[in-house]
């Protein structure tokens, strides 16, 4: 989001009044579909209470929300979020809110302000008749963590182009500490944000993150960024539900928990005498009704089905994935994708999965012990590749942020302590006796 100080700077902009406002936030209900259970945590508490959309009105945001002429497709910022638009609007279940995102003024002291579905998808559509002056992003998101706490459940969706640059040009080292610290109004045990990334057309006036006079654009590329932020597995239901269109986009994820589902294959490639039990607190459970030992061990194979979670993982699972094996001796020996797998054409049980891992083990503690299945967490290389720290020549540099690994890097540290920050899945698995 491009900083108050910078538009201010520029005195281009005209106040919020002419956007169609204070039509109410009740706008349609969203329904979020719950999709299984995540093994290892009950699925009764990850209920969307609330889904809020919150599109940046700033002046910055101009260029990617403009008007076109007859026949003109539109951008790809339009096509993409008057489509999300769309989406929250047309489900039913937890109530859906809509707000343009601005700077507070002495005259109107919101940051967020109200609005409906059709006002907003008509901003992005048809273009800000009068954009705001553009708010800090550390503002911005702490504004939407306080309807957050007012409404446990709630998870929210924020567009914007997420340019962030101090008030003060010499303290822009402060911006890993200063979006840390609009976070640390919630507790990072109960937070999640993911981020996902697009570039698209940009007509009009860019004001660059580094202060430097702007630049006219004419349809050049440059980011703009959807976060979705809110409890840990409420934020993976939005991510593979609403965002499923956003599958391909570069994109990372810190505390968002996923929860594919997974389970024993039974009758395939498997040794020793055991079977499937009851799920134990909700985790997948084996009970062996022969001792199993070095000499004699057992061999499970799990189907993985991880179509649910971000492109990059289920890359990552093939060589990445890891075994914890607790208070036993076991070992993962394979993780292959199933398209790999030459006897998955008869069974037909395994098309339902995209990756099979095999375990063995030897050793089964009288009280039983719980394996996790784990895979680290991989590091979006993307970020990197498109932050600048000087954009004041944004149109020979390419589709570039202002600082942008700062921003990231104060999220991440935020995290730092979760055990997501080095683990992207943990599915667990209970190895016991029967009785």
Known sequence: MISASILRKYALLLPLSGLAVACGSGGEPVKIAGGKPAAGAPAAADKINQLNVLVDASGGMQGFMHANAPGEPGSNFQQTVAALLSDVNGQHGAPAAYYFVKEATGADPRILVPTSYGALTSAVSTGIQKPALGTELPLMLAEALKLHAKRPGTVSIIVSDFIYSPKNAGETWRVKTDVKDALGTADAAQLAVSVFAGTSEYRGNFYPGNRTRPQALRGEKLPYYIWVVGAPALVGQVDGTLLKRLAGQPQAHFNTRFAPPYAALDHFQNQGEWYKADPVNGVPALSFTKSVSRKEPAEVVFGLDLKGVPAEWQKAAAQGLRLDAAATDATLLRTWPVAQEPSA???????????????????????????????????????????????????KQGPKTFLLTDVMQGVADYFADQPSAQQALDLLIRVQRAE
Do not use: E, M
């Open 345 to 395: 054409a008869t069974h037909a049980n395994l098309q339902q999965y995209t990756h099979l891992a095999k375990i063995k083990l030897g050793q089964v503690p009288g009280a039983g012990a719980l394996l996790h299945l784990t895979l680290p967490r991989p590091q979006p290389a993307w970020v990197a590749q498109t932050s600048t720290a000087n954009d004041s020549n944004i149109a």
